[in-house]
């Protein structure tokens, strides 16, 4: 199994990128998939999830709006469209996924994938 994300890049504040995350040796259509973010110097943190049955977690609460998930199951691809972004976004982005529920912990997830880095620019 391995998830891996992409789409990274640098984006000038205000702007928008979308992330994706395409498995293999899984399929993500009936998972919960959440998305880690990591800052230099600062531990590993929960962003959002979106459960099996497309119910949002929100653990990071000024994402509310301006994050969202969404799959495409003829992809097997995931995707995390971020808007508005600020300069605090900044960091490395993970994908994971868990069967049904969410969970705000990295290792709550079964399957964890490598990250892609987003830098907000002035």
């Known amino acids: 199994v391995q998830l891996q994300a992409s789409g990274g890049g640098l984006v000038q504040r205000g702007g928008s990128l979308r992330l994706s995350c395409a498995a293999s040796?899984?399929?993500?259509?009936?998972?919960?998939i959440a998305w880690f973010r990591q800052a230099p110097g600062k531990e590993r943190e929960g962003v959002l999830c979106?459960?099996?049955?497309?119910?949002?977690?929100y653990y990071k609460s000024d994402v509310k709006g301006r994050f969202t998930i969404s799959r495409d199951n003829s992809k097997n691809t995931v995707y995390l469209q971020m808007n508005e972004l600020k300069f605090e976004d900044s960091a490395v982005y993970y994908c994971?996924?868990?069967?049904?529920?969410?969970?705000?912990?990295?290792?709550?997830?079964?399957?964890r994938g490598q990250g892609t880095q987003v830098t907000v620019s002035s």
């Open positions: 994971a996924t868990r069967s049904y529920l969410c969970s705000g912990t990295w290792s709550g997830y079964h399957y």
């Open positions: 040796g899984i399929t993500l259509d009936s998972k919960a």
């Open positions: 979106l459960s099996s049955s497309d119910v949002y977690s």
